[in-house]
């Protein structure tokens, strides 16, 4: 990461706890961070990070959790399983038709919030199932005409 000279002493701590990884509560509670979005960065999500859905009103759309909307958030997404990433500045991205037909249970949705390190602890996992018709649920009734 590179962090040219930031002249304003707040946003210049905030620059140095992010280089130096070690963020800690007391530093972005000072820095009028809102405390989900800390809560997030310090590895203690109250939540999804961030959803998808094949379907719906966000059909194709990765969207960040609202603890995360507060702030201006650089991410990346992989569909590949964390060999590729894709950067991305706003809360949501709409992917395109060919990354929803590359999205499949093997690989999931990885998400990576910039500033933190590579490691599989910051890389936060859609997890993508295939599923399956209930099997005995469904009964039929021929009275009723109907399933």
Not at 46 to 56: I, V
Request: hydrophobic share 35%.
């Amino acid at each position: 990461m590179i962090i040219g000279k930031i002249s304003n002493p707040t946003l210049n701590a905030e620059a140095v706890a992010l280089r130096t990884n070690t963020l800690q509560w007391a530093e972005v509670s000072a820095n009028n961070i809102r405390r989900g979005v800390a809560t997030t960065l310090l590895g203690k999500p109250q939540s999804e990070l961030a959803t998808f859905s094949f379907d719906g009103k966000y059909a194709g759309k990765i969207i960040l959790s609202k603890q995360l909307q507060s702030a201006q958030v650089t991410w990346s997404y992989s569909l590949d399983a964390g060999n590729t990433w894709k950067e991305c500045y706003d809360h949501s991205v709409q992917l395109t038709n060919e990354e929803i037909a590359s999205i499949n249970v093997n690989d999931d949705i990885k998400i990576h919030i910039s500033g933190l390190p590579m490691t599989e602890a910051n890389i936060y996992t859609i997890d993508i199932t295939k599923r399956a018709f209930p099997g005995g649920v469904v009964s039929s009734n021929d009275e009723e005409n109907c399933i």
